[in-house]
């Protein structure tokens, strides 16, 4: 098992920077879950008989790295339901793209329809019968090298959001083959790190900021921390 990245960790909340290669949780390919290494994680350390619990509430695609929040408790695990279900918790990812976009910062809306059997998800401008709302808010933060540093705040939480939506508008993802960037990405995955992610604690109410470092093996994400600080 790949050593864990812990960012923050309590009694109630357990949150980890997940790598590109990890999938959150179990799925048909038989790998092991983040979630699974994460309930080891725990059992170990605090020596725990017999079944760990570990709750799921919120995923990242595989592809993708950043800090995912589980919850090691029941009560938690409710209250951060229905924070995210009310869009009290705030999650801000960092995105490189090829193509600058055509303003450096505003909101995308659109209506999305995700194709199960391809795993890919369409944006329309209008309304579309199984449509869902789609909106996020990007900014540009810096440029390099013909790539360029976006950083997004979703309003809505639908499949390959991120991913589709700025494909949209022309400016896909860097390694992200699916949604029509010529390359992939050497390490494998593609150029989208959830940063930050900002909430009340559910038991403590004391407010939690937990920023995820950008993956070590991508120099590209090293020369943008440094340009940004």
Request: positive net charge; contains cysteine.
């Amino acid at each position: 098992m790949n050593k864990l990245d812990i960012l923050f960790e309590d009694n109630h909340i357990i949150a980890v920077n997940k790598s590109v290669s990890d999938i959150v949780q179990g799925d048909k390919t038989g790998d092991e879950a983040l979630s699974e290494k994460v309930k080891a994680y725990i059992k170990k350390k605090y020596d725990k008989p017999g079944d760990v619990f570990l709750g799921v509430v919120h995923r990242l695609d595989r592809p993708v790295s950043g800090v995912v929040l589980f919850a090691r408790t029941s009560k938690a695990l409710t209250r951060l339901n229905k924070m995210f279900q009310d869009k009290e918790i705030k999650k801000t990812y960092w995105a490189i793209v090829g193509e600058l976009p055509a303003q450096d910062e505003g909101r995308l809306h659109h209506y999305i329809l995700k194709n199960s059997e391809k795993n890919k998800s369409y944006a329309f401008p209008k309304v579309r019968s199984g449509a869902k709302e789609a909106i996020l808010n990007y900014k540009l933060v810096s440029g390099l090298k013909n790539v360029y540093l976006l950083e997004v705040d979703l309003e809505t939480g639908r499949h390959h959001q991120i991913r589709c939506q700025l494909a949209k508008i022309g400016c896909p993802i860097r390694g992200d083959l699916k949604y029509g960037y010529p390359r992939s990405n050497k390490e494998g995955g593609i150029s989208l790190h959830a940063r930050k992610i900002s909430f009340v604690h559910p038991v403590k109410k004391e407010a939690i900021e937990i920023i995820a470092p950008t993956p070590s093996h991508d120099n590209l994400w090293k020369e943008f921390i440094n340009i940004t600080g």
